[in-house]
């Protein structure tokens, strides 16, 4: 049987002070930990848990089997591992902090605007525009629905869909990712002006896809989607949703650095709705600190998902509003670092009222006594 570790951080401080110096700064980012869940998995089933503080983790770490202290003592670090910007084009986009990734549908069948940015490339330009200007740090263009039971799109449509809003992107200086499976739609992105590869299959559709990332050196977002074909919904079935997801994107993390990428190129994706049910959505979403233990960004993209509707009686794709701006909270508070969102604007101001909440804690003493 195979043993596997994990480190999920469970108790959070508005700053290091609160706990007189005793909390880790999450992936270098705004939200400290202080206190954490070690866990041993033994051939799928749950065979050891201990609780542990900053200042007696490494007392737990030290008692661990051996066969996982090597990767217990790599979660540990990956943990407090800071990330470095990522210079996309023009724009740097610092990654201490959480970022706006704004949605861009070129398709005809979107589940959330209906066609309206591919039948009308000037309403498409003037959303992207509109979506930088209110603070995106990213615009995402996608040509294919992924939506559950969508058809599949052939490489030439996708590319005719993609590459005009990738070069009236790239005339605003914008920082642009292609959410594409084909090799052949990211590569020509990719020369149109796009400067990141954001996969749904984690680069296990197209054969040619970790090659083409590795040659060119640009970062790459992978996403867990259960399905290895066509549907990537398909066979969504998990002994444990947040361990078996964790321990996937583990796998194509290392996959991709066995194919040639840097690992400091690779933001990872939990793939929220991709083969997953509502309940197994909220373990995911609740345990996304975990996820740092794996010392990779993370992109969080639950705006508008149908779990949304679930929760807020079945609310239709454009009136989820409220809920996906709690989702990107949620993901802010779990030190996530890009926001794929929809509706820029509200997330933004939702992101800076956040921010504005953390510097204040961060600078405010007035509970500790003078030195």
């Known amino acids: 049987m195979t043993d596997r570790i994990y ?4 108790t959070f401080a508005p700053g290091p002070q609160q706990e007189d110096g005793k909390a880790i700064r999450l992936a270098g980012g705004m939200v400290y930990a202080n206190r954490f869940a070690v866990i041993l998995r033994s051939g799928g089933s749950i065979a050891g848990r201990w609780l542990a503080e900053v200042d007696s983790i490494e007392n737990v770490l030290a008692a661990l089997p051996e066969s996982i202290a090597e990767e217990a003592q790599a979660q540990w ?3 407090k591992l800071p990330h470095p910007p ?5 724009r740097v986009v610092r990654l201490d902090q959480p970022q706006v990734m704004g949605i861009l549908n070129v398709t005809p069948d979107s589940f959330s605007d209906g066609g309206e940015f591919l039948d009308k490339p ?9 979506m930088l200007e209110a603070g995106a740090a990213i615009i995402d263009i996608g040509g294919e629905s992924t939506r559950p039971g969508a058809p599949a799109t052939w490489e030439g449509d996708e590319k005719d869909r993609v590459l005009p809003a990738v070069e009236y992107c790239a005339s605003m200086g914008a920082a642009i990712s292609v959410d594409t499976r084909r090799a052949g739609v990211m590569e020509a992105a990719l020369e149109a002006g796009a400067h990141i590869a954001n996969d749904v299959s984690a680069m296990r559709h197209d054969p040619r896809s970790l090659e083409l990332a590795a040659k060119t050196g640009c970062p790459v977002v992978l996403m867990h989607a259960p399905g290895n074909g066509e549907d990537l919904h398909a066979d969504g079935n998990y002994s444990n949703v947040v361990f078996d997801v964790f321990d996937w994107l583990r796998e194509r993390r290392d996959a991709a650095v066995a194919a040639g990428i840097s690992r400091a190129k690779i933001l990872l994706d939990p793939g929220i709705g ?8 909220l373990a995911l979403i609740n345990a996304l600190p975990l996820f740092h233990a794996l010392g990779q960004p993370l992109l969080l993209g639950a705006s508008r998902k149908r779990m949304v509707g679930a929760l807020s ?12 701006v709690a989702l990107a909270i949620a993901g802010m508070n779990a030190g996530v670092q ?10 933004v101001q939702a992101r800076n009222v956040w921010r504005g909440l953390r510097d204040a804690a961060l600078t405010d003493f007035s509970d500790l006594p003078p030195v």
Not at 122 to 130: D, K, V
Request: proline letters at 2%; zero cysteines.
């Open 122 to 130: 000037e309403a498409g330009r003037a959303h992207a525009s509109a």
């Open 7 to 10: 480190i999920r951080p469970i």
């Open 274 to 281: 991709f083969g997953k049910s509502l309940a197994e959505n």
């Open 338 to 347: 890009i926001l794929r969102v929809h509706d820029v604007f509200e997330t």
């Open 313 to 324: 009686n079945e609310a239709e794709a454009d009136k989820r509003l409220g809920g996906s």
């Open 77 to 79: 670090a990956n943990l």
């Open 86 to 90: 990522m210079e996309l084009g023009e």
